[in-house]
């Protein structure tokens, strides 16, 4: 997250706690993340968050979607790690 300081992500995660507007958050590769100022109710264990990166550890929510129980944050890792890769970044980012 450090590389993308202010700017727009899509962020899939486990919904750890909800405390006071604010959403701690587990990532794909188990790291912990704070979602702020999300405007509608969170629901479930999963969900999709479109945010600006705030600091390495934070994200200002613009709007997130509620993902599935079954959703697989491990499958999803393995499909982030892809779209890093030199061989295949184009066709992930713009």
Avoid: W
């Amino acid at each position: 997250m450090q590389r993308y300081h202010g700017k727009k992500v899509i962020l899939c995660c486990q919904i750890s706690q909800i405390d006071n507007g604010q959403v701690r958050v587990m990532t794909s590769d188990k790291g912990e993340v704070t979602v702020q100022g999300g405007a509608t109710p969170y629901e479930g264990r999963f969900a999709e968050v479109l945010g600006t990166v705030v600091n390495p550890n934070t994200v200002q929510e613009l709007e997130h979607l509620n993902l599935a129980d079954n959703f697989s944050l491990e499958m999803y890792n393995e499909l982030v790690k892809l779209a890093h890769k030199d061989s295949y970044i184009g066709m992930f980012s713009t």
